[in-house]
């Protein structure tokens, strides 16, 4: 198994940090940018895209900071958190990505990420 490379992306997002986080941390909210759908039971979250289902565990989180999940198929400590960066002078928020790809694929999951902030973008109405 190889290592996987850690990335960090960081968006702009014309949101309240408590509205975003309802996107980050809930099934609805999931729903509506990251995946097709999204159930949870407890701490397992299950994300469908197009027919295509895939697990992962909420590991950490606190509200309306980041949330922290980790994709159960994974053998590895990879995971993908999600955190709300509040500056502090301009009060503009940013939504910080950090997620493990292999090294040849690192763009290509940039890219989805970019693909699906676009669309938690519009859904939360931020250019």
Same mark, same amino acid.
């Given at each position: 198994m190889s290592d996987k490379t850690k990335f960090e992306i960081e968006f702009v997002i014309q949101s309240s940090p408590q509205l975003l986080y309802q996107y980050l941390s809930t099934p609805s909210g999931l729903s509506e940018w990251?995946? +097709? $759908?999204? $159930?949870? *039971? #407890?701490?397992?979250? *299950?994300?469908?895209? +197009? #027919?295509?289902e895939e697990e992962a565990k909420l590991l950490k989180r606190k509200s309306e900071e980041f949330v922290r999940f980790a994709w159960e198929e994974n053998d590895d400590d990879s995971y993908f958190e999600m955190r709300i960066i509040v500056d502090e002078i301009t009060k503009d928020v940013s939504l910080f990505i950090i997620d493990f790809a292999e090294e040849d694929e690192v763009d290509e999951a940039k890219m989805l990420w970019e693909n699906q902030v676009t669309d938690l973008k519009q859904v939360l109405g931020s250019k």
């Amino acid at each position: 198994m190889s290592d996987k490379t850690k990335f960090e992306i960081e968006f702009v997002i014309q949101s309240s940090p408590q509205l975003l986080y309802q996107y980050l941390s809930t099934p609805s909210g999931l729903s509506e940018w990251f995946a +097709d $759908n999204v $159930n949870s *039971r #407890g701490e397992l979250f *299950r994300f469908i895209w +197009d #027919g295509t289902e895939e697990e992962a565990k909420l590991l950490k989180r606190k509200s309306e900071e980041f949330v922290r999940f980790a994709w159960e198929e994974n053998d590895d400590d990879s995971y993908f958190e999600m955190r709300i960066i509040v500056d502090e002078i301009t009060k503009d928020v940013s939504l910080f990505i950090i997620d493990f790809a292999e090294e040849d694929e690192v763009d290509e999951a940039k890219m989805l990420w970019e693909n699906q902030v676009t669309d938690l973008k519009q859904v939360l109405g931020s250019k």
